[in-house]
T-cell receptor, first 115, second 117 residues
Framework: AQSVTQLGSHVSVSEGALVLLRCNYS??????LFWYVQYPNQGLQLLLK??????LVKGINGFEAEFKKSETSFHLTKPSAHMSDAAEYFC?????????????FGTGTLLAVQP | GAVVSQHPSWVICKSGTSVKIECRSL??????MFWYRQFPKQSLMLMAT?????????EQGVEKDKFLINHASLTLSTLTVTSAHPEDSSFYIC?????????????FGPGTRLTVL
């Protein structure tokens, strides 16, 4: 079984400050991990993904995440927040391969960026 | 990248009516599609896996007779909410996996907002 825990349902940062959104996973098999962003009334857009290659993954919009097996974590960071980063962020896990490829989502973190 | 569309983007209906939502993969074929439901300020909950040419696989607790899924072709899956009631009001999102760099990745539709009066 797989699961994802996102600590902090709401995170507020000032524009220009570091963004850190936390994600811990549980998986009995090697995981594939994803971060998605969702703007109001829209679908999900992939920010980045970990697929067992490099542990430090760079994504779009200046975001990156580091896979730490020893900590079972995949935290999302961005050095300097922009107002346009305000959105809901979801961490997700799946097991690699397989046609069904079910994604298990965390509960989400709403990021607010203050001017 | 791969594009998934949904239609309609929003729908308002009366209680007791049925509503059909379409999910299309525009530039790739998808033998599998996924249907999610998202309540306000909550995460996505997988409802069912749509399989082209065979029956859908429903998650535990999802009524298959209420949420009818048909995967008619390699680019189209439909979700029909039958005899909709106000508690069915939600944001419904579909996704379709395709292989990028040898890894299955899901591409999401823009979602359909269903409001049942």
């Amino acid at each position: 079984a797989q699961s994802v825990t996102q600590l902090g349902s709401h995170v507020s940062v000032s524009e220009g400050a570091l963004v850190l959104l936390r994600c811990n996973y549980s998986s009995s098999v090697p995981p594939y991990l994803f971060w998605y962003v969702q703007y109001p009334n829209q679908g999900l857009q992939l920010l980045l993904k970990y697929t067992s290659a490099a542990t430090l993954v760079k994504g779009i919009n200046g975001f990156e995440a580091e896979f730490k097996k020893s900590e079972t974590s995949f935290h999302l960071t961005k050095p300097s927040a922009h107002m346009s980063d305000a959105a809901e962020y979801f961490c997700a896990v799946t097991s690699y391969g397989g046609a069904t490829n079910k994604l298990i989502f965390g509960t989400g973190t709403l990021l607010a960026v203050q001017p | 990248g791969a594009v998934v569309s949904q239609h309609p983007s929003w729908v308002i209906c009366k209680s007791g009516t049925s509503v059909k939502i379409e999910c299309r993969s525009l530039d790739f074929q998808a033998t599998t599609m996924f249907w999610y439901r998202q309540f306000p300020k909550q995460s996505l909950m997988l409802m069912a896996t749509s399989n082209e040419g065979s029956k859908a696989t429903y998650e535990q607790g999802v009524e298959k007779d209420k949420f009818l899924i048909n995967h008619a072709s390699l680019t189209l899956s439909t979700l029909t909410v039958t005899s909709a009631h106000p508690e069915d009001s939600s944001f419904y999102i579909c996704s379709a996996p395709t292989s990028t760099s040898g890894v299955n990745e899901q591409f999401f539709g823009p979602g359909t907002r269903l409001t049942v009066l």
